[in-house]
């Protein structure tokens, strides 16, 4: 096995394989689509790519059909396994990470004018209510008890930030955004 760097992508194949079982690329870019693809974002021809890397290090094994389309199917090994749970036990140092065009173009709101900023606001409250009402979704369809699924630990982070940022949105849209601190404020003062 050679020393290959991994990235988050190759952690998304390698945690996917070791939950799902052996997989197809085709099979990982349907998972990731109905789970970690509502918060880690990343070009999914990588997971097409990166399986062949991994399996090239040693990390997954591949069987191609040896007729028809000639699938490639990838199978996690015990060097595979060992990367992931080093990986997830391992602290992690690097800080949240939210690349949403929408704070972008609020960064550069001077260029544009207060309607821009009022018709952003709108937009981003009905596309955070809209991923509320999924997530909300899909907690009734799994149970609202994570411990009974793990994987529902990750959707309730999920509901608080988009209610997090459903909540700024709507104070900007309102110009109420000292409310919106002050209320962060006193909240901040009653944890303490």
């Known amino acids: 096995m050679s020393a290959v760097r991994l990235s988050p992508t190759s952690y998304v194949v390698l945690g996917m ?40 290090a040693g990390l997954l094994t591949c069987e191609t059909e040896a007729a028809g389309r000639r699938r490639k199917t990838y199978s ?4 595979g396994t060992e990367a992931l749970e080093t990986w997830i036990a391992s602290p992690s140092d690097s800080h949240f990470q939210m690349r949403d ?8 709101n001077e260029v544009g004018t207060p309607d821009d900023v009022a018709r952003l606001a709108k937009g981003q409250i ?17 149970g609202p008890e994570p411990a009974d699924n793990p994987r529902l630990i990750t959707l309730e982070l999920g509901i608080e930030v988009e209610y997090a940022t459903l909540r700024f949105w709507r104070a900007l849209a309102a110009g109420d955004l000292a409310g919106l601190r002050r209320r962060r404020t006193a909240g901040s003062a009653d944890q303490a």
Not at 101 to 108: D, G, M, R, T, Y
Not at 129 to 135: G, T
Request: charged share 25%.
């Open 126 to 142: 009905a596309r955070h209510e809209e991923r509320i009402a999924l997530y909300e979704g899909m907690v009734e369809r799994f």
């Open 76 to 79: 996690i090994t015990s060097a």
């Open 17 to 56: 394989i070791s939950l799902r079982g052996p997989s197809t690329p085709y099979d990982l870019k349907r998972a990731v689509g109905h789970s970690v693809g509502y918060f880690w974002h990343f070009p999914h021809a990588q997971l097409y790519s990166e399986p062949e890397r991994l399996t090239e």
């Open 101 to 108: 065009p929408a704070e972008l173009k609020l960064f550069f």
